[in-house]
């Protein structure tokens, strides 16, 4: 979030904490779909039922090791914009978070289509990186490895910031966000780990198709697979 300047004053602290752990706790809702942002207040919130997305890359202290900042900068333009580009994609994507070298969204599933919806941007996003991999290889940088989780849950949707702070930033709040990052953080992590890592849950929304390309990692209590789209690995088998 963009920030600037404004002076401290911590009796406006006390009366901003006070207001806010006075507020009545029946301002917290359940809601099917995310609601629009206009329908938060500094005051309410809502229990809402969403998919979560993260990718991160591996051994990213080695790549930059390996490179000068000019070409790092080049990498992770390349890989940030791209990936933004597939999430954008998907027409229940509702929000997109930059943490340094990995991204994660937030989708508004209601259905078990729109849950198969972000797995198919899951591996359109391994292909993506294949992709990238072989632009990355021709210029002679190193390539990526990334690791995905995929989960599905009920999270608190909330606006932080206060009124006439200029700041209006949505916070995800719940499991459903540090498990889709531990999935994550599963994604290739060994040998024995797989790119693409997704919750029990997620798995039961899948078609038998999608389902299919999957298999249960015990050690992770989750699913996984290595998964890409068929139109983007042929441009990476021609061009390689």
Known sequence: MDASYSYYDYTKSIERIDNILNSSDSSYDKHTGIPSKDSLTYNNGFYVDVTVLFIDI???????????????????????????????????????????DGLWAV???????????????????????????????????????????????????????????????????GKVVGQTAALCSYGNKTIHDRE??????????LSEHNKGLLVENISHNCYHGNVI??????????NK
Not at 58 to 75: C, D, M, N, Q, Y
Not at 229 to 238: F, L, Q, S, T
């Open 58 to 100: 591996r051994g990213s202290k080695e790549l930059s090791s390996k490179h000068t900042r000019p070409v790092l900068a080049k990498i992770y333009r390349a890989y940030i914009s791209e990936v933004i580009t597939v999430m954008k994609g998907n027409t229940c994507i509702n929000e997109i978070y930059i943490e340094g």
């Open 107 to 173: 989708f508004n599933t209601t259905t078990k289509d729109d849950v198969n919806s972000v797995f198919a941007t899951a591996f359109t996003i391994a292909s993506l990186i294949d992709i990238l991999n072989v632009k990355l290889s021709k210029k002679k940088y190193s390539t990526l490895e990334v690791g995905i989780g995929i989960d599905d849950g009920e999270s608190l949707y909330i606006k932080a910031g206060y009124k006439g702070s200029g700041i209006q930033e949505v916070v995800w709040i």
């Open 196 to 205: 693409i890592m997704v919750s029990a849950k997620v798995y039961s929304d």
């Open 229 to 238: 789209r068929k139109d983007m690995n042929e441009w990476v088998e021609k």
